[in-house]
């Protein structure tokens, strides 16, 4: 064997592993390259179902933001019907025809006689002439009367305000039933 076929046998040698070694680290290289798609498709799809989760818990903190606002303002708005009726009512009584209103004084007196020996009586000025023989002190109230038994220990309030307010107290949760279903 002559040099020349030593040499080429050397270089068809090197040429083979030089090509073996091309081929083995082109697989490498193919199977890295998989393996980084591979992990970026994973990220990817984390990312995008984190992002999904993000937008869902977003959207359900704004639904819930939102509906208690309506419920804030629709509370609000029904608060202000009822202080309105309630205003409706108050500015009917302080115009009550004379007719009614003695009516009203009287059935008031009667009730506080059966509460309390009634010695001193309060009324407005416009509701003192009916309250005939009792000699009532005025004061600053729509109607109705403020009864005192004679030590001034015991008193029972009938004043259209004190009425109200206690009709508005016991009677909220009804009236907002009958007033919105």
């Known amino acids: 064997m002559g040099l020349e076929a030593v040499k080429e046998e050397i270089l068809g040698n090197a040429k083979e592993q030089a090509n073996s070694l091309l081929a083995e680290g082109r697989r490498e290289a193919s199977r890295l390259i998989k393996d980084a798609e591979k992990k970026i498709e994973e990220i990817k799809s984390k990312a995008e179902e984190a992002t999904k989760k993000s937008c869902e818990i977003i959207k359900r903190q704004e639904l819930a933001s939102a509906d208690l606002e309506i419920k804030k303002i629709t509370l609000e708005t029904k608060k202000q019907?009822?202080?309105?009726?309630?205003?409706?009512?108050?500015?009917?009584?302080?115009?009550?025809?004379?007719?009614?209103?003695?009516?009203?004084?009287?059935?008031?007196?009667?009730?506080?006689?059966?509460?309390?020996?009634?010695?001193f009586v309060y009324c407005n000025k416009k509701d003192s002439k009916f309250l005939k023989g009792i000699n009532p002190e005025e004061i600053n109230i729509i109607g109705g009367i403020i009864a005192e038994n004679k030590d001034r220990t015991i008193r029972v309030d009938y004043t259209f305000e004190s009425m109200l307010q206690s009709i508005k107290e016991n009677e909220l949760q009804n009236m907002n039933k009958i007033t919105f279903g």
């Not at 205003?87 to 009614?100: C, F, P, T």
Request: aromatic content about 6%; charged content about 50%; overall charge positive.
């Open 81 to 119: 019907i009822i202080e309105n009726l309630f205003a409706e009512v108050r500015r009917k009584l302080e115009s009550l025809d004379d007719k009614k209103r003695d009516g009203y004084l009287k059935k008031l007196i009667e009730r506080a006689k059966k509460d309390i020996e009634v010695s």
